[in-house]
């Protein structure tokens, strides 16, 4: 029984237990099929089931114990049916982004980005969009467990209270702990009263994406520990060396507002800054930037040295030139456009590379007069001395271990097989495991304890420059899950167990006594907490020697496979997030899956197409993967999602992809060399969509260098052959009211699919599986298309979000037979959901191929719980209708009836945000009123680049573009 | 009407009744077949339709329990084998109108043989059209909608500017009036049946079907002002309805759609198909059920006549759109056509144009339009021909349109694929049930055709 709940059944079959029951059961409680199976099935059934299916009866009403405050104005004039906000902060791999999240009647349901947090600036990229999916997923580790049996909290305690006392573990000298970097001021705090206690014992942190690099470098480069910090905004040039900051290299979106600001040119006098890109792989940078090197990751630091030898930061050596004429003629105008930019450029490494790369980035930066520009130096909180995990496997090894604590990592799936942890974990007496799935680490424990969703809990997080920002519930654990600082209060020493009063101890004791409740109280309403950005430190000056003979550069050694976060599952922790899933990765457009990323000549040379399993082997470990050819992929280099192959993963992860930690090494975790490839004789088809990547010569995404533009400012419409268009159908007046239209910049978008999931998120927008991918029936209303172009050897890609143009002529209301999609007055393309009989004369009748169409019940398996996360303010729709993007029409009305309310006072510009444009990080997307001449949108209308898609069939879309603009150096053409 | 095609002055070159029957022995040939058993074949033939048929019911009801998704159709492609076989089956209707209405008011006598078959043909056809726009939307239940009923659901009206209420409009007519026009033709073999049978089941069915038909003078002066009248109206139905079929396409701003030679081509398309079809079942009733005498090689050659020209029509339509995507200068549209002709469906392309325009070519010929399986194997080319039109004009313009991103490829399921041989089923089986029970050849025309008897017993 549950506290809430009576004991419900659903059907006779459940009562009964019957085999189409227990088989149904078996699908969806994996793990308690094997109870089933056992002897006392009824009884045992029936209290199982009871605690699962009494959930049903907790939809509502969940709202957390302790007193939060909103970031609205009125929270005990709470009304139902308008949604309340809070703030609070989600932390990725160690660096946190400000949230605003939106929940109905207790239920969060939207994310936003936190205009006050400066990890986010009002942004957020996909993966903080779809973690809100991720609270109401129902194969999350419900209950801790013993040895994989279901065990209670309080049976936890009673074994940690035990455990974690200086009576059994001494000093500490076999007690270890495993988390992820530490980003949070209290849980820093907390492991500093650990190790006070137990002085002897170790801390690792553990990282699948590396990222530590960034720092080790600037160690390496000044002898302290520093934190780099970043202003893409102030940088004319910048040089990324394989590091896509706009895509999976960096853990928030403000790169991407940084940079983008500087694409966005208002008149032919505006400047622009200028990319350079060495990478690997084909990145989001690498399609932003206007000159794009392909180069293995293993030779970018002999690319490093080169140039830092060019501008004399390092001794010239001669015998260091490599690669033909071409890559020296680049690294020279590379140099010589930096140097002419003194002060206002960025050298950036990419966290794949090893520390050297890093430094050698510090030492250019500080040589061209970056530091304190467009770099600038923090000195963070000071860290216990801390153990690598290389360390702690030896450890293992030799007995050394006996309590094992791991916080949210997942090292059996993500460490490189090599180090073979799953096995080494059997040696651990007592190995705890604190995660939100019962994952492969979980499996492998003495004991799970189920993690709360960061949703659900109590914490403070801090962003890239330090800044803290605190996590607050939106609704009570759905499965009583518990915070890692409860999980570590045990051994802490404190009376405290519950990680609100640890939290608020922390920062309560920060704070003078009588300042404390106001600070705690507005640093939960604004999401970030005043004075704790980390000071500015004075970096010295670099010691060039050491750098010098730290980047040494190796011979190469054959085919390199280099390993990138994955833009929808991370490192694996978002493997059960649907919505990630089928969002398309940036690039290469594949869900559901990864795949090997190969050139088109290396792919040729191996004899291999898209699809082929190819086998790639490493110290005696094997991954069969298959290869997806991707254009610009450097030839001698492959690249490898990670986040996939989980064995032990919710229903929706399970046997997606494969695992790339088979081959990956301890040392170098960015990439590994020496690895054989072999071909097997089958294929996985790929679920990409989009299939055709030229725009084979349309003016689609129209684009120009910044020269041209300023030649030519009405470039983008060259293309338009067609004047004085007019209608068979009688047009539309639209003079009444505001009138909607949208403008997208993309000379600003970078691509990066923060807005497909957050129209996923705000417009309950269904996936649809792999298999329904492959027949190209994915529902995302808004996508992001990607074109390559120029020459293949050397490809350009282009992005272009696309939702529903909003027609003014409308072809697809004059093909509804049944007037199921009208125009209202305000210029909006409305869908009538429950007056469509699905036809889908409109879907084909519509040249942007945006309309939607349900093929199947797809929202018919969605349990209690999965609903939970549905807007209420957008109808889920039913098979056998059409939908498409709507403006966000609900967000619309609920300002114009809030207008109307405040005495009907006129609407503002910016006040209706769709949820597309809200998260955008490149702020690419402004949406407002056409006929107030001062709003944004209208404004952008005016601009020269301003032009329509498939303008001459004279359906006037409401949606343009502002042609994309490129800043190629003059010698590079 | 066998009054009017008495009145043609010109004498037949070649008699369209072979060996000078009697009307008595031209009542009993085509009588005989509905009176005694059936031929074996007809059985065998029947539980093969008839199975099908069952297929089609399940794969529907499958179709409706799950949702559109069992078929292959996606974005782009919305429309693939189920608005193929709607504009498929229509077109076969058409032969049988056009047979029964124009040849008609043309006063061509050889089609008094084959105008009951064609015109069954035509209704069986419509029936199995009818069925894809029904069950091809998302919410069939709902299709009602469609029908301008100002409902109480939501108290509004259809949308009057979509070519498919249009579509709803002009196949309900045309059902309607050829059912009208068939049942019409009927009433004095209906008659004939009546007087001849033997059992009270069919005195009373046949007498009920027949409204009391008499054979008077007065009876015969109105059924044939009302046969005229509805002749009249078919008429304009043999055009108008693929005209608004192909409404469908030419309305949209597709390019490949998008084209004013849709209603034309359609319309010769659909009498070439129909006109393929009443040959590959007049070959086989004729055979089986030894109607040499009264469907003669010259109502054959005519058929095969009127295919070529229509075949050549055709073959010219689809050259016009060939030039006229390259002269528009649009690159969207010049694609649709490279691409159609090299693209990812150029195979279903290059079938449409082997079976529709180059196989009737042997037609040229009088040795092949008298050859009984020349004129089989073509027939049932063109009509797979056709089939394939119709794929390529719906699937190979959505496969590949505007947006590059949005390009896709259409397999079928085997959901698809039965529900189509399941509709072929249910044709045949109409049609077999057709010719169990009714006369398949107009007893009363044909004998308007043949010399006056000398002193032979009156029939009917």
């Given amino acids: ?973 | 009407m066998a009054d009017l095609a008495m009145k043609n002055p010109l004498p037949p070159d070649v008699p369209l009744v072979l060996g000078k029957p009697s009307y008595g022995e031209v009542t009993d040939a085509v009588s005989r077949i509905v009176e005694k058993k059936p031929p074996r074949v007809w059985y065998i033939a029947l539980a093969v339709t008839g199975t099908f048929t069952l297929i089609l019911g399940a794969m529907l009801a499958y179709l409706v329990a799950t949702g559109i998704g069992v078929w292959g159709n996606n974005n782009p492609v919305g429309w693939a084998w189920d608005i193929t076989n709607f504009v498929f089956w229509i077109g076969i209707g058409h032969a049988g109108t056009l047979i029964s209405a124009i040849l008609f008011l043309f006063r061509q006598r050889w089609r008094t043989s084959i105008n009951r078959f064609a015109e069954a043909m035509t209704l069986f056809a419509v029936a199995c059209a009818g069925i894809f726009p029904l069950f091809h939307v998302g919410r069939p239940w709902r299709a009602y909608w469609l029908f301008p009923i100002p409902n109480a659901d939501l108290g509004m009206w259809p949308n009057f500017r979509s070519p498919l209420l249009w579509d709803v409009f002009a196949v309900s007519t045309y059902a309607t009036v050829s059912a009208l026009f068939w049942y019409v033709g009927l009433l004095p073999d209906l008659a004939t049946m009546r007087d001849r049978a033997t059992t009270p089941w069919r005195q009373r069915i046949y007498g009920l079907l027949s409204l009391g038909w008499r054979g008077s003078a007065r009876h015969w002066n109105n059924y044939e002002k009302a046969y005229l009248l509805l002749a009249g109206l078919s008429t304009p139905l043999v055009l108008s309805v693929h005209t608004i079929v192909s409404f469908d396409f030419a309305v949209s701003v597709i390019p490949g759609w998008h084209t004013t030679i849709f209603p034309p081509y359609f319309v010769a398309g659909a009498i070439y198909s129909g006109f393929a079809m009443v040959v590959t079942l007049m070959v086989l009733a004729r055979k089986i059920y030894g109607l040499e005498q009264l469907v003669t090689m010259k109502h054959l050659e005519n058929m095969c006549k009127v295919m070529l020209a229509t075949g050549c029509i055709v073959g010219y339509a689809y050259a016009v759109e060939f030039f006229t995507a390259f002269f528009s200068g649009n690159q969207y549209e010049r694609f649709v056509f490279v691409n159609r002709a090299i693209g990812p469906y150029s195979w279903a392309v290059w079938i449409m144009f082997t079976c529709n325009v180059f196989a009737p070519q042997l037609f040229w010929f009088k040795r092949f339009r008298t050859n009984l399986a020349v004129m089989f194997v073509i027939s049932i080319i063109v009509n797979v021909g056709m089939w394939f039109e119709r794929f390529v004009i719906i699937v190979t313009s959505l496969h590949r349109d505007y947006l590059p991103s949005s390009w896709g490829y259409f397999r079928p399921t085997a959901v698809d694929i039965l529900t189509f041989a399941g509709s072929i089923g249910l044709f045949l089986t109409l049609f077999l049930i057709f010719v169990r029970f009714l006369p398949m050849i107009s007893i009363s025309e044909v004998k308007g055709i043949i010399d006056a008897p000398a002193g032979k017993k009156e029939a009917a």
């Fill in chain 1, 1 to 973: 029984m549950t506290p809430s709940g009576q004991n419900y059944w659903r059907s006779l079959d459940e009562l009964a237990g019957s085999p189409g029951f227990r088989n149904w059961v078996e699908r969806e409680f994996p793990r308690l099929a094997s109870e089933l199976q056992s002897k006392s099935t009824r009884r045992k059934l029936l209290q199982l089931m009871a605690a699962s299916f009494g959930l049903a009866g907790l939809t509502a009403c969940r709202r957390p114990e302790e007193k939060i405050l909103p970031a609205s104005r009125t929270a005990e004039y709470r009304i139902p049916g308008k949604p309340v906000h809070y703030a609070t902060s989600m932390n990725l791999g160690g660096c946190a982004t400000g949230l605003i999240v939106e929940t109905h009647e207790g239920r969060p349901t939207k994310i936003e980005g936190n205009p006050l947090h400066p990890g986010s600036l009002g942004a957020c990229s996909a993966l903080a969009q779809a973690s809100v999916l991720g609270l109401y997923d129902p194969d999350r580790s419900r209950f801790p467990r013993k040895r994989g049996k279901r065990s209670s909290w309080a049976d936890y305690a009673a074994f940690a209270e035990e455990l974690f006392t200086p009576a059994r573990q001494g000093r500490g000298e076999k007690l270890w702990f495993l988390s992820e970097p530490l980003s949070s001021p209290s849980l820093e705090a907390l492991r500093a009263d650990v190790l006070r206690r137990f002085p002897a014992a170790r801390w690792v942190e553990f990282e699948s994406v590396p990222f530590a690099a960034v720092n080790r470098g600037a160690e390496l480069a000044f002898g302290q520990p520093l934190e780099a910090v970043f202003d893409f905004a102030r940088a004319d040039i910048i040089l990324s060396l394989d590091c896509d900051f706009l895509g999976h290299d960096w853990r928030d979106v403000i790169p991407i507002r940084q940079f983008s600001e500087r694409r966005r040119v208002d008149s032919p006098a505006s400047k622009m800054n200028r990319l350079y890109s060495v990478e690997s792989l084909f990145t989001l940078t690498g399609a932003a930037a206007d000159h794009r090197l392909a180069l293995p990751s293993s030779q970018v630091l002999g690319f490093a040295r080169e140039l830092a030898e060019e501008l004399g930061a390092l001794p010239r050596k001669a015998e260091t030139k490599a690669g033909g004429a071409g890559r020296q003629r680049w690294l020279s105008v590379v140099a010589r456009d930096l140097r002419e930019h003194t002060g206002a450029c960025l050298v950036v490494a990419g966290p794949r590379q090893p520390a050297p790369v890093h430094a050698l980035a510090h030492v250019l930066n500080a040589r061209l007069g970056n530091v304190g520009r467009t770099v600038a130096y923090l000195r963070p909180s000071s860290r216990p001395a801390l153990a690598g995990f290389d360390e702690l496997c030896q450890a293992i090894q030799s007995n050394a271990v006996e309590t094992l604590v791991m916080l949210g990592v997942n090292p059996v799936y993500a460490a490189p097989a090599e180090a073979g942890f799953g096995d080494l974990l059997a040696k651990v007496a007592h190995s705890i495991h604190l995660g939100a799935e019962f994952d492969e680490t979980a499996d492998a424990s003495a004991w799970h304890v189920n993690e709360a969703h960061y949703l659900e809990s109590w914490g403070d997080t801090r962003a890239y420059d330090g800044t803290a920002a605190l996590q607050q519930p939106m609704i009570q654990p759905l499965f009583d899950g518990k915070t890692a600082a409860e999980v570590l209060s045990f051994a802490g020493g404190q009376s405290e167990r519950r990680s609100y009063d640890i939290l608020r101890k922390h920062w309560l004791a920060q704070w003078p006594q009588t300042e404390g409740e106001s600070r705690w109280r507005k640093a939960l309403h604004d999401g970030v907490v005043e004075g704790t950005r980390y000071p500015l430190a004075a970096p010295g000056v670099p010691d060039v020697k050491r750098v010098d003979a730290t980047a040494r550069v190796a011979g190469t050694q054959g085919v390199e496979v280099t390993f990138f976060a994955d833009s929808s599952s991370f490192d694996g922790r978002f493997a059960n997030n649907g919505w990630l899933q089928e969002t398309p990765d940036p690039m290469t457009k594949l869900t559901w899956d990864n795949a090997a990323l190969v050139s088109p000549a290396k792919a040729q040379s191996l004899g291999v197409r898209d699809g082929d399993i190819i086998a790639l082997t490493r110290g005696g470990n094997s991954l069969e993967i298959p290869v997806l050819i991707v254009p610009g992929q450097a030839d001698e280099s492959i690249a490898i999602a990670l986040g996939y192959g989980r064995r032990q993963c919710g229903r929706v992860g399970r046997g997606v992809g494969q695992n790339a930690n088979l081959i990956r090494s301890l040392v170098t975790p960015g990439f590994v060399s020496g690895v054989t490839i072999s071909k097997t004789v089958r294929k996985r088809p790929l679920a990409t969509t989009q299939e055709h990547h030229s725009m084979e010569g349309r003016p689609l995404i129209r684009e120009a260098t910044l020269e041209e533009y300023r030649r030519d400012p009405k470039f983008a419409h060259k293309a338009d052959h067609y004047k004085d268009l007019f209608s068979l159908h009688k047009e539309h007046s639209y003079e009444e009211g505001p009138q909607w239209g949208m403008a997208i910049d993309l000379s600003a978008c970078v691509g990066c699919n923060a807005c497909v999931v957050a129209c996923q998120a705000e417009n309950n927008v269904p996936i649809v599986g792999r298999e329904q991918v492959r027949r190209g029936r994915e529902m995302h209303w808004i996508r992001v298309d990607r074109y390559y172009s120029g020459d293949p050897e050397a490809p350009r890609a282009v992005m272009q979000p696309v939702a529903c143009q909003h027609c003014e002529n409308a072809p697809c209301e004059t093909v509804c037979p049944v007037a199921a999609t009208t125009h209202s007055p305000e210029g909006l393309n409305d869908m009538a959901y429950n007056r469509c009989v699905g036809t889908r004369y409109c879907a084909n009748n519509c040249p942007y191929k945006v309309r939607r169409f349900n093929f199947f019940d797809l929202n018919k398996g969605v349990d209690e719980i999965g609903k939970m996360v549905f807007n209420p303010d957008v109808t889920v729709r039913m098979r056998g209708v059409m939908e498409k993007c709507t403006y966000c029409v609900q967000r619309i009305q609920e300002k114009k009836i809030q207008a109307r309310a405040e005495g009907g006072r006129p609407l503002k510009d910016g006040e209706i945000l769709t949820a597309c444009q809200q998260t955008c990080p490149a702020s690419a997307i402004v949406f407002g009123d056409l006929k107030d001449p001062n709003s944004k949108v209208a404004q952008l209308k005016q601009k020269d680049r301003n032009y329509v898609m498939l303008g001459e069939i004279n359906i006037r879309p409401r949606t343009s573009y502002l042609a994309r603009l490129r800043n190629p150096h003059p010698e590079l053409g």
